[in-house]
Structure formats: C-alpha cells, structure tokens
C-alpha cells in the first residue's frame, strides 16, 4: 500500500527542497514506494549502505540506467568482472599519494590563474567563473585531452548532464547529449592515436591498452562527467554554506588560520549536508526483503544519499551546517560499496585548495545579498549561480 505521504510527493519537490519530505519518509516509510518515482526510495543509512553494498542483488547493470543510455557502458553502468574489467585501469592514478604529486601543483597553477583573472575586480559568480573551469580544466589535463579547448569540453558536459537530467525526468533525451558525446568520442579517438607516438602518461593513454574505443569514450564521459560535476558543486555548496555560517570572511579566515584542519572538515560537513549527487540508482535483480518493503525483481531502488547523510540516529541536529562536527566523515556523498567514487581525493583536493585561495585572496568575501544562492537540483545539488562580493 502506498502511504499517502509518498503518494503526494513529486520530482518538483525533491529537486526544490527535499529534506523535509525525505526527514518525513525516514520516519514513518524509510524504503517507499513513490509514483513519481516509478520506484522505491530508501532514506535511512542503515538500509542506503545495505544496498550499495550489494551489487548482485541491486545493481546498476540494467536498460534503464539514464547515463548509460547516453555514453554506453562504462564503469557507471556495469558490475562485477565488467565493472573490474572498466574500472581498473583507472584506479592506480587517484589513490591519495598519486593525486597529490600528480596534481597538487597544476591544480594550484590554476586556482591561481583563474583568481587572477577576477583581479581589479569586487564581485563574481564564482561557481562558473571558477568552480566550473577549474574542475573542468583538471578533469581535460588529466585525460589527456589538451588540444581540446575547456569551454568545448564544459558545454559537452552540459548537454551530457541535461540529457541524463531528462532521462531521469521520464523524458527523451534530445539530440545534444548524444550530440556532445559523439565529439568528445571523436576527441578521445584523436587523442588516442596521438598519444600512441608520444610517450604520454596521461589516463586515456594508459588505459587505452586494456580498453578498446567504446569502452574508452565511455569512460573519459563519465570521468569528466564525475569530475566536474561533483567537484563544481563541491566547491560552490561549501562557499555557500561557508559564507552563510560565517558572513563575515575575516572571522573565517581567522579560524581557520588558527585551526587549519577546519577546513577538511567543513569539507565533509558541507558533503553531508547537500551530496552533489543526491541520489543513485540501483535495480533488483531478484525479489527481496528491504526493511519493511517487499522488493521485486526489476523494480526500480533509488538510494537518497542526501536522506541517508541527514539521518538523525546518525547525526544529531542534521540539518545544522556545524564544521566542527565530530563524525562528518560518515557522510556518504561520494556512494560507498564497488561504485564507491573513484576521483574522491582529487575532488577533496581541488576544493581544499580553490576554498582556501578564495578566502585567502578574496578579502571581506561574502555572498551578495542581491543576488541570492540556493541549492536545488533532483539528482544533482549545486546553486545555479553563486554571486559574491568583496573588497
């Protein structure tokens, strides 16, 4: 029986503001049915990990799963030996150590020349003008795709997100997403061969000897798709809900001058509170006893991770942004189980150093009050824009 609560909440509602109905729907019906949806959606952390940790039995190895229908398989969209087969290759060059000698430095080269170009100047709109660029720039450099211009690459990213956007909406796609990916599998083509007389080291040049074109183009879509969107949002939600708890930056600054490690941990805080992903799909491939929920095979099982990082036998007063909280690291913005994200430290690192250049080159730093930010999204959380101000 489908409560009435779940009956009367819609997809408008839950890329507006979903915490209240996701508070209410952990509370009385943590995995519920919602024909909206066409799906079950589980809200409790317990029963969220239950899930991502079962791929056999819930997987994302099926016709229906959105960004697939786009770029084909990938590592996204596959489990078991294929999701290894995909995934492999990639693995060796975002484990921690790797990622810092990699790309410590050109990340900072870059946070500092695109806060440069905002010099002279006392407003922005940082999430295009620097959290777009910045992620899409380290996302083009690590695969290799130099020759390819970022602001291409960034307007094939957002074909590729809207086209999974209406996807997920129940929509058709449209002819841009496909559009976009087929250039970029002709960029990944070209760069391959080129590579291939050069002694590259970039990602699609190593995987390219295990991973054939389709499998390659794939990939590099859900890498870029990953890396800038996640690390985009990332560095915007943070700002916002850094600039909303400490409207003065000078205040800021001086916490975390005087307490360096505040910083990561507002990093994790702000992933708790708003996950740039939102939410992820899984489908049963048998019937099954979820909680309270009887499950069948092929149904759809939505995994609100935002729901799952608010929940209070987790995390007291969940809805409070508090960068001092002791167990933010149990956040699950970045999914756990075999899809747990591969670029998490990359994305930590590019929001680490682009925050901290910003409070620290952007004097008086604050939002501008005639410009309000907010966050919404279905699937993906980030504020449309992000106007600031400063001195």
Not at 179 to 192: K, N
Not at 284 to 290: C, E, I, K, S
Request: hydrophobic fraction near 45%; charged fraction near 20%; proline fraction near 7%.
């Amino acid at each position: 029986m489908i409560s009435s609560m779940a009956l009367m909440i819609s997809l408008a509602e839950l890329a507006d503001d979903p915490h209240p109905h996701l508070a209410e729907l952990r509370r009385t019906e943590p995995v519920a049915w919602l024909p909206a949806l066409g799906g079950w959606m589980v809200t409790s952390r317990t029963l969220v990990l239950a899930v991502l940790r079962d791929a056999e039995t819930f997987t994302v190895d099926d016709p229906r799963f959105t960004t697939a229908q786009v770029t084909g398989p990938s590592m996204l969209s596959l489990d078991g030996p294929e999701h290894a087969r995909h995934r492999e290759p990639f693995t060796e060059p975002f484990r921690p150590a790797a990622v810092h000698s990699g790309f410590a430095q050109s990340v900072q080269h870059e946070v500092d020349r695109l806060l440069d170009a905002l010099a002279g100047r006392s407003e922005a709109e940082l999430r295009r003008e620097f959290a777009g660029p910045l992620a899409a720039t380290v996302m083009v450099r690590a695969l290799g795709l130099d020759g390819v211009p970022v602001a291409r690459v960034l307007n094939w990213y957002d074909a590729i997100v809207q086209a999974v956007h209406e996807l997920t909406e129940g929509h058709p796609a449209g002819a841009d997403g496909p559009a976009a990916y087929a250039a970029l599998r002709s960029a990944v083509a070209e760069t391959v061969a080129v590579d291939a007389k050069s002694a590259s080291t970039s990602l699609l040049h190593t995987a390219a000897e295990v991973l054939d074109l389709p499998d390659l183009a794939a990939n590099a879509a859900i890498m870029l798709f990953g890396g800038i969107e996640t690390t985009e949002a990332m560095i915007a939600n943070l700002l916002l809900h850094l600039l909303t708890r400490f409207p003065s930056s000078p205040e800021l600054s001086a916490q975390l001058q005087a307490d360096p490690e505040l910083l990561d941990a507002a990093i994790e805080e702000s992933l708790r509170l708003e996950p740039a992903a939102a939410v992820v799909d899984r489908y049963a491939t048998r019937d099954v006893q979820l909680g309270s929920a009887r499950i069948r095979k092929g149904d759809l099982v939505t995994v609100s991770l935002a729901g799952a990082n608010r929940d209070p036998d987790v995390f007291p007063d969940p809805d409070t942004f508090d960068p001092r909280r002791a167990n933010s690291r149990q956040q699950l913005a970045f999914a756990h189980g075999p899809h747990y994200c591969l670029g998490v430290h990359l994305a930590r690192l590019e929001t680490r150093l682009a925050v901290h250049a910003c409070l620290e080159r952007l004097p008086g730093l604050r939002l501008d009050p005639g410009r309000p930010s907010a966050i919404r999204g279905l699937v993906f959380r980030k504020p449309a824009t992000l106007w600031t101000l400063w001195d």
